[in-house]
């Protein structure tokens, strides 16, 4: 059974899973059955776009965070743990997620403004200079060299630093749950995580090691 987009199904990982993790260490089998729990609530939430992302966005969490800290270190975590996923992606199955979807909601959230970080910026300090443009502008060009080049982790780089402005939109209050005026970044979110996270997942339980370091919240 699969999910829309071809996406494995959180049942169907669960699966996978119980055939395999007995050999696996104790903090990847932590990460797995997380991630899958929230999947699993994010696939109960079929029109409320608002809550299947953030359920969407915490599975993503579960697997790959090891330790808080200030904004930058947290990127930079996703940029470490999207490099460990290209080594195991031995069948580019990140690529063809990615790049299936560019044509579709990748390139609209990638054009969206409302999802780029300095343009908020802009907005709360009152700058009128227009910089965001440009910065905004060359990192659009940036994601379409990622494509003519099948730079998977550039592309993968970028679509992860917009999804997460608008988590940060989510989870901080900054939108109305709902609201018409983030409808299409939230659907966009929606589409590319609901492909993404199922992928992560599978990648990680066939990686099977523990490279991925210890969970912030282990089990005690």
Same mark, same amino acid.
């Given at each position: *059974? ?14 996978? =899973? ?6 696996? +260490? ?6 797995? =059955?997380?991630?899958?729990? /929230? ?6 939430? +079929?029109?409320?776009?608002?809550? #299947? ?14 330790e808080?800290? @200030? ?13 460990? &996923?290209?080594?195991?992606?031995t069948?580019?199955? &990140? =690529? #063809? ?20 970080? +300095? @343009? /908020? #910026?802009? *907005?709360?300090? =009152? ?20 494509? *003519? ?11 992860l ?23 299409a ?7 590319? &995580?609901?492909?993404?996270?199922p992928?992560?997942?599978? &990648? ?17």
């Open positions: *059974m699969t999910t829309r987009a071809g996406a494995l199904d959180a049942s169907t990982l669960k699966q996978r =899973h119980r055939d395999m993790r007995d050999g696996q +260490p104790e903090s990847l089998r932590i990460r797995i =059955h997380r991630a899958l729990s /929230w999947l699993a609530r994010a696939e109960r939430e +079929p029109d409320d776009h608002d809550a #299947r992302y953030i359920f969407l966005w915490i599975a993503f969490n579960a697997v790959y965070a090891s808080f800290g @200030f904004e930058q270190k947290e990127r930079e975590q996703v940029r470490q743990f999207i490099a460990q &996923l290209l080594k195991l992606d069948e580019q199955q &990140l =690529h #063809r997620a990615l790049f299936g979807q560019f044509s579709g909601p990748i390139r609209t959230l990638i054009d969206n403004r409302f999802v780029f970080e +300095p @343009f /908020w #910026r802009a *907005m709360r300090d =009152h700058d009128a200079s227009n910089a965001w443009e440009t910065s905004f502008s060359a990192a659009k060009k940036r994601a379409l060299d990622a494509v *003519m080049t099948n730079d998977t982790a550039t592309l993968l780089s970028i679509v630093d917009r999804l997460y402005v608008l988590r940060n939109q989510l989870i901080h209050g900054g939108a109305t749950w709902g609201g018409s005026t983030n409808r970044q939230v659907r966009d979110g929606v589409a590319i &995580l609901g492909v993404l996270v992928v992560v997942v599978g &990648l990680m339980m066939r990686g099977g090691g523990d490279g991925f370091g210890g969970v912030a919240f282990p089990v005690v």
